[in-house]
């Protein structure tokens, strides 16, 4: 919004005074402010129409207005409130997500609340300490399908929502169980999908990669006619001797749109009749955008490929606390309230279920440091436990 931090400048009116006045961050004032980036999941007429609001009835000046070609109310309107269940948030952006940083259990606050470990440090060491939903045990079934039967899947999940957790719980299985399948996992380290801001993944890296993990001993030539041919010939021979093939690619959204065509040409490898390799792509709902059908560049792939969704804990939010109580044997009507736990899911929700535009962050990464940030704050206050006014006060 072309003239914003000028106008809130000449006002004396902070960020957090806008966002707090038309149900937005700070941190998402500033990024319209400064770069002109708008929440996705708000309606962007309807916002700008907001500000305006707040704005003329701060006695902008009317000329700033008509500069910027908007026409200036004429009557002074009405305060606007925050949009209903919608908490602004004191927190970092990630993405167009405003999510609360990590920060440790404190020692008074273990104390207050008599603990010695964090119930909500979200580590994950055992199949046991994984909290399952319906969703999350469909995504992690789909997993194993494809690994053990050539399949092409895509795993779309926001940050935190547990893709990592369900990829290791995958090579445990596999280990576990003592499935023959060689799992190849391309480095993704600096991956970009443009060779401007990082690196890009290459056909090449790949099939050295999978050459490499199936025979560790082999040199894999520097031509990609003669690196396809090894692969070809390396797979097979594996798949005789009885092994299947997983390739497990993390930040899969930041694949160019020329590797993810690609990915559908290693798809097609095959032994007479039979697939050579699985792949399961695993990315942030970037990814999903990639894999548009609308996509025309990458058609043949998304026609082939099941993508599958990570959702927030939404209706399993309670059972999701509750679980994480009992890890430290603890009751979670110790540690929140009802209406403490209704408030921390209206804090992490932008707008209201059913309505255009809803979103909900209640993925468990997010929760977990919601929870560590409340209980630093009821131990503050000397709270016996966390209510709904202190989940609205972090």
Request: aromatic share 4%; proline share 5%; charged share 30%.
């Amino acid at each position: 919004m072309k003239g914003l931090k000028a106008r809130l400048k000449a006002l004396g009116m902070s960020y957090a005074e806008l966002g707090f006045a038309v149900g937005i961050s700070k941190q998402q004032v500033a990024h319209i402010a400064n770069h002109n980036v708008w929440p996705k999941s708000m309606d962007r007429k309807r916002l700008r129409e907001a500000i305006t609001e707040v704005l003329d009835r701060k006695d902008l000046n009317q000329d700033l207005l008509l500069a910027n070609g908007e026409e200036p109310s004429k009557e002074k309107p009405p305060a606007v409130a925050p949009a209903e269940g919608r908490v602004p948030s004191t927190v970092e952006t990630e993405g167009e997500d405003m999510l609360l940083r990590k920060q440790p259990l404190t020692q008074e606050t273990k104390k207050h609340f008599a603990l010695f470990s964090n119930p909500w440090d979200g580590e994950v060491t055992s199949d046991e300490e994984m909290f399952l939903t319906p969703d999350m045990r469909y995504v992690r079934e789909a997993m194993w399908h494809a690994a053990r039967n050539a399949g092409l899947l895509a795993v779309i999940g926001e940050s935190g929502a547990g893709k990592t957790t369900l990829k290791e719980a995958l090579l445990e299985r596999i280990e576990r169980e003592g499935k023959p399948i060689h799992v190849i996992q391309p480095s993704v380290l600096g991956l970009e999908d443009n060779d401007t801001r990082g690196k890009t993944l290459k056909a090449g890296s790949v099939a050295d990669a999978a050459i490499l993990t199936v025979d560790p001993h082999a040199k894999p030539p520097g031509s990609m006619e003669a690196k396809s041919r090894m692969l070809q010939r390396t797979l097979e021979e594996s798949r005789k001797a009885g092994f299947l093939h997983l390739m497990l690619i993390e930040e899969a959204h930041c694949l160019s749109m020329t590797m993810i065509k690609h990915l559908k040409r290693f798809h097609e490898l095959k032994a007479g009749r039979t697939r050579l390799l699985s792949i399961v792509l695993i990315g942030q709902p970037e990814l999903r955008s990639k894999l548009s059908e609308s996509n025309f560049e990458v058609r043949e792939f998304v026609q082939r490929c099941e993508i599958v969704t990570l959702e927030p804990l939404d209706k399993q939010l309670a059972d999701y606390l509750a679980f994480r109580a009992k890890r430290v044997d603890r009751d979670l009507a110790e540690f929140i309230d009802t209406p403490g736990i209704e408030a921390l899911r209206a804090r992490l929700s932008i707008g209201r279920p059913g309505e255009k535009g809803f979103r909900s962050l209640l993925y468990p990464l997010a929760v977990n440091n919601m929870m560590t940030a409340a209980m630093n704050h009821a131990a503050d206050l000397g709270a016996p436990k966390i209510n709904a006014d202190i989940v609205r006060g972090l």
